[in-house]
Structures are given as C-alpha cells and as structure tokens.
C-alpha cells in the first residue's frame, strides 16, 4: 500500500482543516488506517485511528472531541477533520495503515509521506 497525505496548511488557531490521505492498493479495506503526527522536537504521537470498517475509533486525549477520522473505501481514502486548532497542534501529519487498530506507531505497516499543518495564535 502506497499513501499520499495531503490538506495541511497555515491556519489560525480556533479554525479547521481536513486532512486526505490516498492509498493506492486494491487491498485498502483491509486496513486500519491511523493518523500520528511529530512536532519538532518531539516524537511521533498517535493522533487517531479508524477500523476496516469505519465501525469503531479511536483518538488521542489531546483531540478528543476537536478531531474526526473517517474513511471512504470506495475513494481509498481516509481522513482527518480537524476542528478548533490550537498552536500546540502544529506538526507534520502522517496517514498510516495497519492490519490492527493500533495506537503504536510501531505497529504500522506503511507511512505516507507527511504533511505540514501549523497553527498560528
């Protein structure tokens, strides 16, 4: 499975944005799909995960209820609305998938290549 993540951009804090990530692969179903992201400094930090299915998730403390992840199938891809920034959200954003609903980036199979999302005060 190859991933292509794109949507990021400069953005002021309290607004939104919505993260796409294309997956090549007749197999992308099969999939759980998570988004993680790494600011500069730190290491990389799950921000969401999304099953097979699209019938259960997962997300991180820190965007609970400001994030969603979704995924269309039939698209091949998968998504993150991204509500209510904060500056502290700023990072690169990175699509994975995985054959678990892992909240471990170690436990991801394929990465995308990233994209820069920054959130100005």
């Known amino acids: 499975v190859q991933l292509q993540a794109s949507g990021g951009g400069l953005v002021q804090a309290g607004g939104s944005l919505r993260l796409s990530c294309a997956a090549s692969?007749?197999?992308?179903?099969?999939?759980?799909m998570g988004w993680f992201r790494q600011a500069p400094g730190k290491e990389r930090e799950f921000v969401a995960v999304?099953?097979?299915?699209?019938?259960?998730?997962n997300y991180a403390d820190s965007v609970k209820g400001r994030f969603t992840i979704s995924r269309d199938n039939a698209k091949n891809t998968v998504y993150l609305h991204m509500n209510s920034l904060k500056p502290e959200d700023t990072a690169v954003y990175y699509c994975?998938?995985?054959?678990?609903?892992?909240?471990?980036?170690?436990?991801?199979?394929?990465w995308g290549q990233g994209t820069q999302v920054t959130v100005s005060s």
């Open positions: 994975a998938a995985s054959y678990t609903i892992a909240t471990m980036a170690g436990e991801y199979d394929y």
């Open positions: 692969g007749r197999t992308f179903s099969s999939y759980a």
């Open positions: 999304i099953s097979w299915g699209a019938g259960s998730t």
